[in-house]
């Protein structure tokens, strides 16, 4: 068929909203324990990092190491928000629970599902790093203003992570093999992208390397954004990130219909 | 039959997975209004074509129509008129049966107050109203497959597809369910129906499709299918000795056939045949009349799994 993959895109700009509905009725259901864990694991390497490590540390970059690490908690959290949702949730949704199956009867198309959960996971990681940005703010790590100012490449963040792990389940066959992305992929994100130290303190050669990477990206928008500092290059960061939260989303999508959809 | 008349259409439809033919130059036409069944064994091909007329696996070869939208290239727009009962529940088992029909129906576009509307004949319909705000995890199978139906038709579809509507039910859930469905063909909805289920295929079908091995091997009314293909008595003989019991019948029956244990015996003249088995006291004997069962015995020499 060469309409194939052109029918699984998605139908319109809107039909992606009843899926994020669907989730966001799920959640409901289970919002304050989701709430409270999406906080608890930030909130403990905060506190745990950046009072056990900022009392040996110092200062880094002209700033508390707490106020350093708080931003980088929120690209974190985003991060890791978006891809448990996308891992865990949506591919139990796919696989075990068929759920896409009963979607897929109605008008909506794969890319519609795809997109509403994106959206969703997108959603969800705005959740955890504003949950972050308000522990900094309150504790007094980051202005409430400069909070408010990081939740759309917060957005953007869990965006770009949600689809590549869509892109994960979309080739995973079970649950087993996302251990490999979690330690092989995102872990090493953290510590090559600045999350945690500055990427000053790496070998030349990674830093180059990590500078390709999603998370860096997110980690030099939120930064200067928390610690009220002017930004570089912001449009080519926000660039990298859409390129990031685009291809994934059309790869899995195309994955999707040879996994689905036969 | 004229265009508009036809609720589905297949010609010449293909479809293989690997060197594997799943369906094989299948062509068969349901009008509106009618119940359709595709009867077959497991394997046979029912699920293929039926996720083919939704479109969500296309054929390798043939042209399939639905509700007058060719399939799969505007398929989309067939299903919205369309309602779907799949083999496995995937029903939401966090969400109340209510909050279920809420979400299928935004899932066609329909506004809150519009899913509101219909809910209710929704849940009589499925003679579901006491549960309404019971959590679909707490409901009995045949309840779960109610709600199912109920959901199918949230969007007031023209057609329906059902994939084993029945199966896995107690007797109880499925007469339930079979009432149901007579009450859709009374209001003129046109059935597809997928079934292993030969008394399903019997009660429900106005006709009805035999498949094996994705080919049509027999195609028309139940009653003229039999009529047809048996035309006369059955009796059925299990235990004895078969080969022995072959020879001794085989001057009264119009044909005789053996799957598994029992021994199938097709007479005209059943009395004949049982007067030379009284007294057996090793075997037992049940004369009965023919049904579809007898059917794809004759055309396929052997039983139907169940």
Same mark, same amino acid.
């Given at each position: ?11 319109? /700009?809107?039909?992606?909203? !009843?899926? +994020?509905?669907?989730?966001?009725? #799920?959640?409901?259901? *289970? @919002? =304050?324990?989701? %709430? ?100 900094? /703010?309150?504790?007094?790590? !980051?202005? +409430?203003?400069?909070?408010?100012? #990081?939740?759309?490449? *917060? @957005? =953007?963040?869990? %965006? ?103 | ?306």
């Amino acid at each position: 068929m060469n309409d194939g993959y052109a029918s699984v895109m998605p139908a319109n /700009a809107y039909n992606w909203t !009843a899926v +994020w509905r669907r989730n966001y009725l #799920a959640w409901r259901k *289970v @919002a =304050l324990a989701s %709430l409270l864990g999406n906080l608890a694991d930030p909130i403990t390497n905060l506190f745990g990092l950046g009072f056990g490590l900022g009392l040996i540390v110092g200062r880094v970059e002209g700033t508390s190491y707490i106020a350093f690490l708080a931003a980088g908690m929120v690209a974190v959290s985003a991060m890791t928000s978006a891809t448990f949702e996308t891992l865990y949730a949506a591919f139990a949704r796919m696989d075990v629970k068929r759920t896409w199956e009963g979607i897929l009867f109605t008008q909506l198309t794969l890319g519609d599902i795809v997109l509403g959960e994106l959206v969703w996971a997108a959603s969800k990681s705005v959740l955890a790093g504003a949950a972050i940005g308000i522990v900094a /703010a309150t504790l007094g790590y !980051a202005s +409430w203003t400069s909070v408010l100012c #990081a939740v759309p490449t *917060v @957005a =953007l963040t869990g %965006l770009v992570f949600a689809s590549l792990a869509m892109v994960v389940i979309s080739l995973a066959p079970t649950y087993d093999y996302f251990v490999f992305y979690q330690s092989l992929v995102l872990t090493p994100m953290v510590f090559l992208c600045g999350a945690v130290f500055p990427t000053s303190q790496l070998p030349d050669s990674f830093q180059h390397f990590a500078g390709w990477l999603p998370l860096a990206h997110s980690v030099d928008l939120i930064r200067p954004v928390m610690l009220e500092r002017g930004a570089d290059s912001t449009a080519m960061h926000v660039g990298a990130l859409c390129v990031y939260a685009v291809l994934p989303f059309f790869a899995s999508t195309a994955l999707f219909r040879r996994r689905l959809l036969r | 039959m004229n265009m508009s008349n036809v609720a589905i259409d297949l010609v010449g439809v293909r479809k293989s997975f690997g060197d594997k033919v799943i369906v094989n130059d299948l062509s068969f036409s349901v009008a509106r209004g009618e119940c359709f069944g595709l009867l077959g064994p497991n394997g046979a091909g029912k699920s293929t074509i039926a996720r083919m007329l939704l479109g969500l696996i296309s054929p390798d070869r043939g042209k399939i129509t639905v509700l007058d939208e060719p399939v799969p290239s505007r398929a989309r727009a067939a299903r919205v008129r369309v309602g779907v009962v799949p083999q496995f529940d995937n029903l939401e088992l966090e969400f109340t049966v209510r909050e279920n029909l809420l979400v299928f129906g935004r899932y066609f576009g329909m506004s809150a107050r519009k899913i509101e509307a219909v809910v209710p004949s929704l849940l009589e319909f499925a003679r579901l109203e006491s549960k309404a705000d019971v959590r679909v995890s707490l409901l009995s199978g045949g309840m779960k497959r109610r709600l199912t139906l109920a959901r199918a038709l949230i969007n007031d579809p023209h057609l329906l597809v059902m994939d084993e509507p029945t199966t896995g039910l107690d007797p109880h859930a499925r007469h339930l369910i079979w009432e149901r469905l007579r009450a859709l063909l009374a209001r003129g909805k046109t059935i597809l129906l997928t079934t292993h289920f030969m008394e399903e295929a019997e009660r429900l079908c106005d006709r009805l499709c035999v498949l094996e091995s994705g080919c049509k091997i027999a195609e028309g009314k139940p009653d003229a299918l039999i009529d047809e293909h048996i035309g006369c008595n059955v009796i059925e003989i299990y235990g004895g000795d078969l080969n022995q019991l072959r020879e001794l019948i085989t001057p009264y029956a119009r044909h005789v056939e053996v799957s598994g244990e029992t021994l199938f015996c097709y007479a005209r003249y059943p009395e004949q045949v049982s007067l030379h088995l009284r007294g057996r006291a090793d075997l037992r004997v049940l004369q009965r009349p023919p049904n579809l069962e007898d059917v794809f015995l004759r055309l396929t020499g052997r039983e139907m799994e169940k």
